[in-house]
């Protein structure tokens, strides 16, 4: 290990918990420091270059440093960071989401992806004066109080209890959320007829995870909640600029009340936001400051002139012809070269996803995975040792998550990391 590369990690386990900014870590003898990435690759501080499917945890869907973002965030950056007050930036992101999305009416920005999920679901309790929230298992949709249960401890709940993922979580918001499986419609309706009065909003991630929605599902969700006035919010956080220009909803053909976005919408610059219905996003009006029918939202940073920069680059970029049919093509040849491989090497597995998402699952393929809880039949320590493997082969992933492929992967990349798959297979049986 280079010297540079041990005194980095030195100082990441002493100043960083655990080692880490994140949720996740690598066995000390996979683990390293990322020096820089361009295009579809990153390269380590040791030198070593590995085929990126992190990409940010989603954000860098034009691959890394995109020359037109470089520019444009160069070109703001001597021109002011942040005013906290409107600039064009800001303005011409707005109108850019605005014609992109659907729902959109309006637009709001924040930070991160965590705070639009957060102020959206305030905005659906203010706007229909009701407090609780259905959301389905597994879901995820950041690490607020309302979003950080029933995703990890998959069955413990007795249904639509709500289970917290983590400590920390008051009873209060614990109360004020119903859990249902994802695609389960019978369950769906079950709670719409038990506490249709109470529901304030339905958050759903229209692709949750790697899994895609039934037929039908999203259609469902759509009449249920218009028939008893609850606000449907499309969490597109992932799904945002990147299964369609207008995301899950276009992709679906299902218009929700409000959508949230991040993530890819300014491709690695700070920047989330929320879209949606008019009358419901007139809950942020400052104007009604001072009484309960306002949401407040705001941040610091939110709308700030360098990520608005990124974000009207990105969407200048993607909007582009044949991007999506390219994304498209390269997320299937990941799912269909890995399935090939496994089928040939006789191993149980499915890869699941769609658009440029592909996820390996080590599950029999005859099993149909429409929700989080069909994971229970799946072997998560071997994807998570597949990941590791990858990582040792040059292949960037999350062990055990999904995989995300940006505009700048190359045919030889996925041939490469199908060869590096097949490998990594073969010892991790
Ligand atoms: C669907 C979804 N919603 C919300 C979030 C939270 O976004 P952020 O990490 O920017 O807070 C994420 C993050 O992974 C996500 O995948």
């Keep these: 290990m280079s010297d540079r590369t041990a005194s980095l990690l030195g100082a990441a386990a002493k100043y960083l918990p655990g080692g880490s900014t994140w949720m996740w870590n690598l066995p000390p003898e996979l683990a390293f420091v990322v020096d820089r990435g361009e295009g579809s690759h990153v390269w380590d501080t040791r030198g070593k270059r590995y085929i990126d499917y992190v990409l940010g945890s989603g954000p860098v869907l034009l691959g890394h440093a995109h020359p037109a973002i470089v520019a444009a ?38 930070s991160t992806g965590t705070e639009a999920t957060m102020f959206a679901i305030r905005m ?59 695609n389960d419609l019978t369950a769906t309706r079950e709670v719409f007829e038990t506490h249709g009065q109470e529901i304030a909003a339905v ?7 790697a899994i895609r929605p039934e037929p039908g599902f999203l259609e469902a969700l759509r009449d249920l909640t218009r028939r008893i006035g609850a606000v449907l919010i499309f969490d597109e956080v992932v799904t945002g600029f990147r299964l369609a220009y207008g995301g899950g909803q276009e992709y679906y053909r299902v218009t929700p009340d409000l959508a949230t976005y991040g993530k890819a919408l300014t491709c690695g610059y700070s920047l989330a936001a929320i879209a949606g219905r008019a009358d419901v996003m007139e809950t942020a009006n ?8 306002y949401a407040g939202l705001s941040g610091t940073l939110s709308g700030n002139p360098i990520a608005c920069t990124a974000g009207i680059a990105a969407l200048g970029e993607l909007r582009k012809p044949g991007v999506y049919g390219r994304l498209h093509a390269l997320g299937r040849a990941l799912r269909d070269g890995m399935s090939a491989i496994a089928r040939r090497r006789n191993v149980a597995l499915q890869a699941i996803g769609d658009g440029p998402i592909a996820q390996p699952v080590f599950i029999d393929p005859a099993r149909r995975i429409t929700a989080d809880r069909d994971f229970k039949h799946a072997d998560g320590k071997r994807a998570a040792r597949l990941g590791h493997e990858l990582i040792r082969r040059g292949v960037f992933v999350i062990p055990g998550a999904k995989m995300y492929v940006s505009l700048a992967h190359t045919d030889a990349d996925i041939d490469e990391t199908l060869a590096a798959f097949d490998a990594a297979l073969a010892v991790v049986d």
């Design 286 to 293: 400052p104007a009604r400051k001072g009484g309960l029918e």
């Design 124 to 182: 659906a309790r203010v706007f229909t004066q009701r407090e609780k929230v259905l959301k389905f298992e597994g879901g995820w949709h950041g690490l607020h109080d309302y979003a950080m249960v029933g995703n990890w401890r998959t069955g413990e709940a007795p249904y639509p209890a709500a289970v917290p993922d983590v400590g920390g979580i008051p009873k209060g918001a614990l109360d004020s959320v119903l859990i249902v499986p994802f």
């Design 203 to 209: 958050i759903v991630e229209p692709l949750q995870r």
């Design 73 to 110: 965030v160069q070109a703001q950056a001597a021109r002011g960071s942040t005013f906290q007050w409107l600039s064009e930036p800001t303005i011409r992101l707005a109108e850019a989401v605005g014609q992109a999305v659907p729902c959109a009416d309006m637009v709001r920005f924040v």
